[in-house]
């Protein structure tokens, strides 16, 4: 490309990082639709461990007859109604996205207490989905730095000017 400008070099240079965050951004929603779609499947089935995140231990007895008694279903950890599940939503603003829920009791089943263990929820969905978040950032950036170009001249400019 040429430029015959220090204007037009910069006004290129502006159409290219519009560009580069129109495409991330795409992708980052892409990815947290993803976590979050992950996140609910996770619940309701025993998980297995995955980096620094344990398995599922198996629920208490005592948990399994109250479960039964309310109506619940059996050798389901996590869900009962499914409110905690239909909880986690997402959120993206800019180059950021928060995956998460509102449900107080979900850092508890997170985190774990003094009497009831572990059984995380969105650190491993965010690991699982490690993979598929690389190849979605990486392909919107490639996109974006190289797109931008066609986006430029879409829009009517000509880099040349």
């Given at each position: ?6 204007g ?30 992950t996140?609910?499947?996770e ?12 398995a599922?231990?198996?629920l ?23 409110d905690?599940r239909?909880?986690i ?58 797109g ?14």
């Amino acid at each position: 490309m040429e430029f015959k400008s220090l204007g037009s070099l910069a006004l290129h240079m502006a159409a290219q990082e519009v560009a580069l965050l129109a495409s991330l951004r795409a992708g980052l929603e892409k990815c947290a639709v993803k976590v979050e779609a992950t996140a609910k499947g996770e619940i309701g089935h025993y998980q297995s461990g995955i980096g620094p995140f344990p398995a599922w231990a198996d629920l208490a007895d005592s948990t399994e007859e109250r479960k039964a008694k309310m109506g619940y279903p059996a050798d389901s950890p996590l869900l009962a109604t499914g409110d905690m599940r239909d909880s986690i939503t997402h959120t993206t603003h800019i180059l950021e996205a928060v995956i998460g829920s509102k449900d107080p009791k979900m850092v508890y089943h997170e985190f774990g207490t003094a009497k009831m263990p572990a059984r995380p929820v969105m650190g491993p969905a965010v690991l699982r989905n490690k993979e598929y978040i690389r190849r979605v950032l990486g392909a919107a950036t490639v996109t974006g730095l190289f797109g931008g170009a066609v986006i430029h001249a879409s829009l009517g400019y000509d880099v040349r000017a």
